[in-house]
């Protein structure tokens, strides 16, 4: 996006939100809205957390604070959000996922359960998808399992947990073996894939250009439903592995806020998440359109969640 | 392949009085938050991406490769004028910078460091421009397994600075390896070491390690130090002779074998996506050491260790940038904070940038080489107004590095969290120094730990647990053969020292 | 005793505590992988444990130095972690002006004008350049 567009995109927001009826007006945040994203500089979240951030600046005039809380993927962050007083101003920005997985494997260790937060909304659902190098000998899953039967074993890179356990889900349905290469982050995948270090990894974006050059293909869609990139790509679910990861980018703040304010802040959010401007970045760091599924879609995305990560964890 | 009309018209966008500004305004902010203690080169960037958020594609990414450069030559200032480096790979430029700077030559010492920073950057800037593509495409060649053999290798050669005994030596090494050791661990990704603080979970924060090892352990030892007799921070004009104060041609010359070297080793590591300019500028430093005529002249201000060191880093922060256009895998956390600025401003790096966005591409090169000489002259004048300001008492400087290296680490990490753990570090350094351990070989190891772990589990993954597959791996083999031909040697040399060290 | 001897007791202790003590307790046990998240950092106690032992038979002439500096040091150190526990409890903007003060006078600084800029003049320099330049948070 140029600048023109770019300064186009946020003056028409800013007319909207002077000329639309003004939502909850009688609340503002009393000194700077930190949202603190659960994840380093530079990654995806922090991307999408700091846009959504200056949008949100610019279209309520709050001071809005956007900071890095890494830590566990997310986990940390949560952590310290739950300890909290509610009513601090402090929004947390995360991934549904390793929050889960982490409440699911170590709920003990844990100061926080989903009842600790007040949802706010949700940013971007991640699609994650099983690609390999374009000259793999295998198409779909079941030709993959076929292949690394023959062969006897066939490396895959992972980046995560959940995907571990699709994998060894998918071990266990097939009686294929596979060689489980752990790499940091979708990045690493997509370099042991061109370097022939591994025939497939997953990948949550990253081999987006990729594809579109023709140097990967798309195995399996790892999601629930398909990819809404590669449509006649079968899911793991549908090739006979009833296993699936729906990682979501959500924001929530500390349970008992004052409801007020989470109806101030959820509405800036939801406006800050239709501004086309957002929506670029969004589809380049997830390759999906923004999805906000609101404050109670929200919470039941979190509570389905949790049971779909105790089937998957066998717990 | 880009043709020539692109390639022109991308450096005609770039060489504008407008961008000009941007990479001015971008290594001048670089270059002053690089120098101040406590936030460096990686803050500066993370600071800036916001600012650029309302601006043209090329002026914005002009402007952050103007921080990224400047806040290179920044991050030496304080290494080599207080001894406090903010990160490890200045930790290289202080062991003799700094004892440079305490005879008297401040100015000549940091000029060094500027001079041989840009040389090295320009080095691995022009190897980007024209040779990226095969070079990244021999970087993805490097699988785990080579990436073990070379991490093995750059821990042979770092035993050419483990000094008089081996065993303290080793000491130091295991112990950076054991903290790098907290956090998930690599292959299964159980809370390891965490004691309960998920803040801990993705490993102990850098920045707190780093400056609480390496800066504030050294401001407490100066404390001590000072006390009741408050100097100058340093003595900027105990000798107002030219020659002091700058680095001539001749003196520049004699080190352009160092920097090649240098350059070299920094391009090369800079293409592998995680090793970093750390590894980078100790590996560099020790060859140098290692080839020198008089390696007893280095650690007491010799201007080779400096052009060595700082050579060095610097070339690894542009070929840094070559996995990152090419394949779109950033290699290091600078490298990530572009991606994401590249991300916010429309650009997709990856294996269609070249040829969807060449012009852009070839713009950003444009406003590489520009940065790098705006680098050059903004330094030559900046220096003299750090030199100034270090010329403060004593008790000034040391309450400020302090105040600046809280509010740093607070801003780079989780709050006051990882204050404390800074403040942790910093009386763990003091006393390792104090006790005669080394705080570069910790904190090498402590860099490069993560990484060997993690690439030992993906290479025993794909090889069945069985490792004596390395030796079907040609460059693997030769790694480890040159690890044993430089560990060897190095022995030798240390035991040569210890055994002089013991006859005095 | 030698100061090797000292710290060579100290890895030979620390190396041993990972070992049967630590590690057992704050690392997973995973069934299965490539390499067990116990494994690196067992060797590396045990390379601690045996490099501590072997200092402590056959220590090198390294001095530590003037007792008098370590003990100013300690009391440095704990001057910082005071500032650092009332910097969580108060803010940083009430407790730097305190704490640089504090370190400016027991390095030996009297002359006015340096306290007075160390106490007041950094922190409004920070303060202003954090919150009002980079429109961040102060801890």
């Known amino acids: ?315 | 392949m880009v043709d020539l009309a692109t390639i022109t018209a991308g450096f005609g966008d770039a060489f504008t009085p407008f961008n000009l500004m941007f990479v001015l305004f971008g290594v001048l902010l670089g270059q002053f938050v690089g120098a101040v203690p406590g936030i460096g080169p990686i803050m500066a960037m993370a600071i800036a991406i916001p600012f650029t958020f309302g601006l043209d594609p090329l002026p914005a990414i002009a402007f952050l490769v103007g921080v990224n450069k400047g806040g290179l030559v920044g991050g030496a200032v304080p290494a080599i004028l207080m001894n406090t480096p903010g990160t490890p790979d200045a930790a290289a430029t202080a062991l003799d910078g700094h004892p440079l700077a305490k005879r008297g030559k401040p100015l000549k010492a940091t000029k060094m460091a500027l001079f041989s920073s840009v040389t090295g950057d320009l080095f691995s800037d022009i190897v980007l421009i024209t040779v990226s593509a095969p070079l990244a495409i021999m970087a993805l060649k490097m699988g785990p397994i080579e990436v073990v053999a070379l991490m093995i290798f750059a821990f042979s050669i770092l035993a050419g600075l483990i000094g008089n005994s081996l065993i303290k030596g080793m000491i130091a090494a295991a112990l950076g390896l054991l903290v790098a050791s907290v956090g998930q661990d690599p292959e299964h990704y159980t809370p390891r070491l965490i004691f309960g603080y998920w803040d801990l979970f993705d490993g102990l924060p850098l920045p707190s390690v780093a400056i609480g090892m390496l800066a504030i352990s050294e401001i407490l030892r100066r404390m001590s130090l000072a006390h009741g007799n408050v100097k100058s921070g340093i003595i900027t004009d105990g000798s107002n002779r030219p020659e002091d104060r700058r680095v001539s041609w001749a003196e520049y010359w004699a080190c352009r074998y160092t920097m090649l070297r240098g350059a070299t080793i920094g391009t090369i590591l800079g293409a592998l996506p995680g090793i970093g300019s750390t590894a980078a500028a100790f590996m560099s430093y020790a060859m140098t050491k290692a080839g020198s005529k008089d390696p007893s002249s280095f650690g007491k201000g010799n201007l080779q260790g400096i052009a060595a060191s700082e050579s060095a880093n610097s070339a690894v922060v542009g070929a840094n940038l070559i996995p990152l256009l090419t394949l779109g895998i950033p290699g290091s956390v600078g490298a990530a904070l572009i991606i994401s600025a590249f991300m916010i401003h429309g650009m997709q790096p990856g294996p269609l940038l070249f040829e969807q966005q060449g012009r852009l591409v070839y713009g950003l090169f444009g406003a590489m080489l520009m940065a790098n000489f705006v680098n050059l002259w903004v330094g030559q004048l900046g220096l003299r107004f750090w030199t100034k300001v270090v010329s403060a008492p004593e008790s000034i400087i040391f309450s400020a590095a302090l105040l600046l290296c809280i509010v740093g680490v607070s801003m780079a990490t989780s709050g006051l969290f990882g204050v404390a753990i800074m403040l942790i570090f910093a009386i763990v350094g003091y006393l390792m120094s104090t006790f005669g351990y080394s705080l570069v070989i910790f904190i090498i190891a402590f860099f490069l730990g993560p990484r060997f772990e993690k690439s030992i589990a993906q290479s025993l993954a794909l090889t069945n647990g069985d490792l004596t597959q390395m030796f079907k791996s040609p460059v693997a083999v030769a790694l480890l053969v040159l690890s044993v031909v430089s560990f060897v040697y190095f022995m030798r040399k240390n035991a040569e020292a210890e055994a002089i060290d013991s006859k005095t | 005793m030698s100061a090797d001897r000292i710290s060579g007791i100290f890895f030979l202790l620390l190396g041993l505590a990972m070992y049967f003590v630590v590690n057992p307790a704050y690392i997973e046990t995973v069934e299965g992988g490539s390499l067990n998240p116990k494994t690196v950092p067992n060797i590396i106690s045990v390379i601690i444990a045996l490099c501590g032992g072997l200092l402590v038979v056959k220590p090198t002439h390294h001095e530590v130095g003037d007792l008098r500096n370590i003990a100013r040091t300690g009391f440095y150190s704990l001057l910082l972690i005071a500032g650092l526990y009332a910097m969580s409890r108060f803010g940083f903007e009430y407790v730097a002006p305190v704490l640089a003060f504090a370190i400016m006078w027991f390095i030996g600084e009297r002359r006015p004008f340096w306290l007075a800029f160390g106490a007041v003049g950094m922190p409004a320099l920070i303060w202003f350049l954090v919150t009002q330049a980079l429109g961040r948070a102060l801890p």
Not at chain 1, 94 to 119: E, K
Not at chain 1, 196 to 208: D, I, K
Not at chain 1, 217 to 224: D, E, H, L, P
């Open chain 1, 1 to 315: 996006m140029n600048l023109k567009s770019k300064i186009f995109a946020l003056g028409a927001s800013a007319l909207m939100a002077f000329s639309a009826p003004v939502l909850a007006e009688d609340w503002a945040p009393d000194g700077p809205l930190t949202i603190q994203i659960g994840f380093g500089a530079g990654g995806s979240t922090d991307t999408m957390g700091r846009v959504l951030g200056k949008v949100m600046k610019d279209n309520t005039g709050w001071n809005v604070v956007v900071e890095n809380k890494p830590g566990g993927g997310g986990v940390a962050m949560f952590t310290g959000l739950s300890q909290m007083p509610p009513n601090r101003n402090i929004v947390g920005m995360g991934v549904s996922i390793p929050v889960l997985v982490q409440l699911v494997n170590r709920g003990d260790q844990l100061p926080f359960d989903i009842d600790s937060f007040d949802y706010l909304g949700t940013v971007a659902k991640a699609e994650l998808a099983l690609v390999a190098s374009k000259d793999a000998p295998f198409d779909t899953l079941e030709e993959m399992v076929a292949h690394a039967k023959e062969q006897g074993t066939l490396a895959v890179a992972t980046m995560a947990p959940p995907q571990v356990l699709v994998m060894k889900q998918t071990e266990a349905k097939t009686g294929a073996s596979f060689n489980l290469v752990t790499a940091d982050g979708g990045a690493e995948v997509m370099k042991l894939i061109l370097g022939g270090q591994v025939l497939a990894g997953f990948g949550s974006g990253e081999q987006y250009p990729y594809l579109e050059s023709g140097d990967m293909k798309v195995i399996a869609g790892a999601n629930q439903s398909r990819l809404s990139y590669a449509p006649d790509v079968k899911t793991f679910t549908e090739s006979g592995v009833p296993a699936y990861v729906d990682p979501v980018f959500f924001l929530a703040m500390t349970g008992g806020t004052d409801p007020e304010a989470i109806k101030a802040i959820s509405a800036a959010i939801d406006e800050a998440i239709k501004a086309p401007e957002f929506a670029e970045i969004v589809r380049n760091a997830v390759k999906g359109d923004p999805i906000n599924m609101g404050v109670e879609g929200t919470k039941q995305m979190m509570v389905d969640g949790l049971a779909n990560a105790k089937v998957l964890f066998g717990k």
